[in-house]
């Protein structure tokens, strides 16, 4: 798109330094202790909580995670290998396809979602809201009358809410996680209802609450969230702790596999090794 002279010039333009711009300054993203993992897991839906385990077993990217299906899972060996259809990295030339080793604690997790359909994705919000709404009518301390149903059937028609898509997508399952950590660390002044109190007069209670602690409630969410990148990172720390930065990097799939095909066999085999161990 531009002239080589150009680009040449681009190359010698050193990067911006921490402090000296106006350009926004963003956290390093670091691991997220287990601790906080576990009490956020209580708060999600049976699908997203098994989403947050296997990424944190295979330390697989996000969006890796949420385009799993069982065509892209080779199933035949003690650990299995699961290419994903696209990554993050793969319009980079000279770079081996992406294999993602899934050790036995994984592939406990995902057997329950194998289906017939090879080419479906294994994690379905569909899936996930009907979990959700079976836990609800539980909970219910009143019967659910035909009356009650039809009644909410034309409240959903009436709000016009797109379709469930067939796959979670990356900000979905983000949200998700968000959204569980608010509940799972509420902020400490949060009102509750009174016992007796109508839902109504709770809600405007509440809305006029948010509005007046509204950017002291923004930095309790901030300072108490988490997202799924950090998964990530925390499995690549435990790794590296381990077994060295030379197996953190074949796992997490940022090693030259190029350089020649000795090199890559070496990497895939020790990747295999500690997934068999602990993933």
Known sequence: MVSGEVWHS???????????????????????????????????????????????????RPGELVIMSVRDLDMSGPCWEYRP???????????APRVIDVGPKAQAIIKPFLTLDISGYLFSPQRAMDEQNAERREERKT?????????QAKLRKARGRRPLGD????????????????????????????????????RGRLAAWRAANA?????????HRWHPHQLRH????????????????????????????????KSREMARQIMREIG
């Open 10 to 60: 681009l190359l010698a333009v050193g990067g911006l330094r921490k402090g000296r711009s106006e350009a926004r300054e963003t956290e390093p993203v670091g691991p997220v202790p287990e601790a906080i993992v576990e009490r956020t897991l209580e708060h999600l839906s049976p699908t997203v909580a098994a989403m947050v385990r296997i990424q944190l077993l295979t330390a697989m």
């Open 215 to 223: 950017e002291a409630l923004d930095a309790w969410k901030k300072s």
């Open 234 to 265: 925390s499995k690549a720390t435990e790794i590296r702790r381990l077994y060295g930065a030379e197996a953190a990097q074949s796992i997490l799939g940022h090693a030259e596999l190029s350089t020649t095909e000795i090199y890559a066999e």
């Open 85 to 95: 259809g696209s990554w993050k990295t793969e319009h980079h030339q000279g770079r």
């Open 167 to 202: 796959h979670y997508t990356v900000n979905a399952y983000r949200i998700a996680i968000a959204r569980a950590c608010d509940r799972a660390f509420p902020h400490p002044d949060f009102p509750e209802r009174l016992d007796g109190e109508r839902a109504k007069d709770f």
């Open 143 to 151: 019967p659910l009358y035909d009356a009650h149903m039809r009644h």
